[in-house]
């Protein structure tokens, strides 16, 4: 089972980025997926997630800006970040929970002011 995060890269204040979570070695369609990040120095923390029916949840200091989506046929789940900000620099990781969690690679998000 793996998950493949990419999309990550350097973008300005203000600017937009697109991650993708792609899963192999089973079906993702029935599992809760989320994002999380860890900035340097900190825990990681709660981004946004995505239930099995289309149920999305965002942690408060990306409302509004970041949308989180899955495409059950490509097995994939996407966040879409605009407006980012200096204080979304961190290394964003996808997760698949449904009982047992699996985690992907992180990739690097930096945001320069």
């Known amino acids: 089972v793996q998950l493949q995060a990419s999309g990550g890269g350097l973008v300005q204040a203000g600017g937009s980025l697109r991650l993708s979570c792609a899963a192999s070695?089973?079906?993702?369609?029935?599992?809760?997926m989320g994002w999380f990040r860890q900035a340097p120095g900190k825990e990681r923390e709660f981004v946004a997630s995505i239930s099995w029916n289309g149920r999305t949840a965002y942690a408060d200091s990306v409302k509004g800006r970041f949308t989180i989506s899955r495409d059950v046929a490509k097995n994939t789940v996407y966040l879409r970040m605009q407006n980012l900000k200096s204080e979304d620099t961190a290394v964003y990781y996808c997760?698949?929970?449904?009982?047992?969690?699996?985690w992907g690679k992180g990739t690097q998000v930096t945001v320069s002011s």
């Open positions: 997760a698949g929970s449904r009982g047992i969690t699996y």
């Open positions: 070695g089973r079906t993702f369609s029935s599992y809760v």
